[in-house]
Structures are given as structure tokens and as C-alpha cells.
């Protein structure tokens, strides 16, 4: 079988679909036709997603945010961890913090990030993330 020539034949048939959708039948669908309700996904692509949504939320840090980059690089992972969770207009709305942050009052960023509903949703994300700005340590 020329996989190339299947692989167009699908490509053609199925239609592309970036965004998950309900086919025919109702199965939630992305992709090439790939039936997340029945087969999901791997670990490996469920990485490799993971992989690009990092580095799209560093890039857009860098537009957003391009001081970010001049902090150690512990406390470069608490921004984009809560990027990654909140996406950076989330993340934009912590002016406060973002300020403190900025000024090196990693103490005081620390505190605002726990007096956010942010932190009652995320509970020990929460802490944690914080702990990590206030000490610059994991």
C-alpha cells in the first residue's frame, strides 16, 4: 500500500478540523477524522501537544511580557505555568502581581498571588507556584 496516496485519500475524504467537533455519529473529533471519544490520544502525542503549547505560551510571554525573560529561571516557570493555565490575558489581569514581580518584591507577588480566586481554584498549584516566586527556589 502507498501510505502517501491513503494518507490524501483521507485527508480529502475526512476534511480537516483543527478545533474538535461532533461528526456524524456524534463522537467528539479532531484532526484527520481521529475519534476522541473512542481512542483519545497517545502519551506521545498528548507530549507532543504539550511541547507546542509551551512554547506558543513563551512566545507569547515575549510579546506580552518581554521583561519575564530577565528572571531566574525558576520564577520564568511560575509565569508560564499560570500562563499556561489562565493564557496570558489571565495572566495580563494579575497587574499587581505582575508589577511587584517586575520590581523584584517577590514577597509581596508571592502574597497577591494567594488573594486571587485564582488560588481557591487551583488550591496546591497555588501555593506552590507561590512559594516558588517568594524563595526563587523549587
Do not use: H
Not at 480537516?16 to 477524522?33: A, C, E, F, H, M
Not at 489571565?90 to 517586575?102: D, K, N, S
Amino acid at each position: 500500500m502507498i501510505l502517501s496516496k491513503l494518507v490524501a485519500e483521507l485527508t480529502r475524504d475526512e476534511g480537516v478540523r483543527l478545533k474538535p467537533y461532533n461528526d456524524s455519529q456524534g463522537k467528539l473529533t479532531i484532526g484527520i477524522g481521529r475519534n476522541l471519544s473512542d481512542v483519545g490520544i497517545s502519551r506521545e502525542e498528548a507530549d507532543n501537544m504539550l511541547l507546542g503549547d509551551i512554547e506558543r505560551t513563551c512566545l507569547d510571554l515575549d510579546r506580552a511580557i518581554p521583561w519575564w525573560t530577565k528572571l531566574s529561571e525558576v520564577r520564568q516557570r511560575v509565569l508560564a505555568n499560570m500562563a499556561f493555565n489562565l493564557g496570558v490575558p489571565g495572566l495580563l489581569a494579575f497587574r499587581r502581581t505582575l508589577e511587584m514581580v517586575q520590581e523584584g518584591k517577590y514577597e509581596d507577588a508571592s502574597r497577591e498571588m494567594l488573594v486571587s480566586a485564582w488560588a481557591s481554584q487551583v488550591g496546591p498549584r497555588a501555593q506552590r507556584l507561590s512559594n516558588m516566586m517568594r524563595d526563587g527556589v523549587e
